[in-house]
């Protein structure tokens, strides 16, 4: 995608958990990744990546095992499902729906935005809005590497890669 090398445009967004989060400002310091959609029919595929994200980022692994593989990353990671001002109504609705369906482990990491979308996208050169897209952020915010649709152990491995 032609937007690697570009600084992450600011975003705001307040958590499921009821904080306010500023991207790339309150992430920078850390690589982070960034999870987007821009449509309902993009949500499902989000949803793939949740358990592989939170337990691949959040969860601490036993390392005290000599024999032990396990990697603790130290990365921020949020999810945003974008809801346009056209979407207001919808949105109201909406943001109590994914809360209520969503365990509360994952509302820190979950971020609730509701404005212009349109600039994202085209920030973003967002092709289709039917597939989440994942963005890997420097530690100053600029974009290293994106992925697209449905959660894979490859894309997954992919995004691993600017971690080591």
């Not at 029919?41 to 000599?66: G, I, Q, R």
């Amino acid at each position: 995608m032609s937007i690697v090398g570009k600084q992450f445009p600011d975003l705001e967004g307040e958590s499921f958990a009821g904080k306010t989060v500023n991207i790339p400002t309150d992430t920078k310091g850390k690589v982070s990744v960034i999870g987007v959609c821009f449509s309902k029919a993009a949500e499902d595929d989000l949803k793939t990546w949740l358990n592989p994200m939170y337990n691949m980022f959040v969860v601490k692994k036993d390392t005290s095992d000599f024999f032990s593989a396990a990697v603790n990353y130290d990365v921020n990671f949020f999810f945003i499902p974008m809801l346009n001002k056209v979407n207001q109504v919808f949105a109201k609705g909406s943001k109590e729906k994914i809360r209520n369906g969503t365990d509360k482990e994952f509302w820190p990491y979950l971020l609730f935005y509701n404005g212009a979308i349109k600039p994202y996208k085209e920030d973003f050169a967002i092709e289709d809005s039917k597939i989440p897209y994942f963005f890997v952020l420097d530690k100053n915010g600029k974009i290293l590497h994106v992925e697209s649709g449905k959660y894979s152990d490859k894309k997954m491995d992919n995004i691993e890669n600017f971690f080591d």
